[in-house]
């Protein structure tokens, strides 16, 4: 059973940064390409970033691009999302999952394992 716990979510001030972690067990967690979503307050599930197994290729959504960064070290089992220059629409649950194919890593429907989540609040 694959079992994803994140952390470090909390209160950030607006163009501050924060890191996201994200630790794996139970699986072969370098087999697999990893991805961060993001639910904002009232709003539907969304794509934030994905990275391959090897950590050579990474993808993001449009509006983090150039601010955020996805990556992961395959020998502690962990993803992390650095995150820096922080809006307040950047506020939300956090999320990370694993893929077991590469089928669509820019939807949540290509995931097959989720974490719990983990609020990050931008304050203005």
């Known amino acids: 059973q694959v079992q994803l716990v994140e952390s470090g979510g909390g209160l950030v001030q607006a163009r501050g940064s924060h890191k996201l972690s994200c630790a794996a067990s139970?699986?072969?967690?370098?087999?697999?390409?990893m991805g961060w979503f993001r639910q904002p307050p009232g709003k539907e599930r969304e794509f934030v970033a994905s990275?391959?197994?090897?950590?050579?290729?990474?993808y993001y959504e449009d509006s983090v691009k150039g601010r955020f960064t996805i990556s992961r070290d395959n020998a502690k089992n962990t993803v992390y999302l650095q995150m820096n220059s922080l809006k307040p629409e950047d506020t939300a649950v956090y999320y990370c999952?694993?893929?077991?194919?590469?089928?669509?890593?820019?939807?949540?429907?290509?995931?097959?394992?989720w974490g719990q989540g983990t609020q990050v609040t931008v304050s203005s």
């Open positions: 990275i391959t197994w090897s950590g050579s290729s990474a």
């Open positions: 999952a694993q893929a077991l194919t590469n089928r669509d890593l820019g939807r949540s429907t290509g995931y097959d394992y």
């Open positions: 139970g699986a072969t967690f370098i087999h697999y390409a």
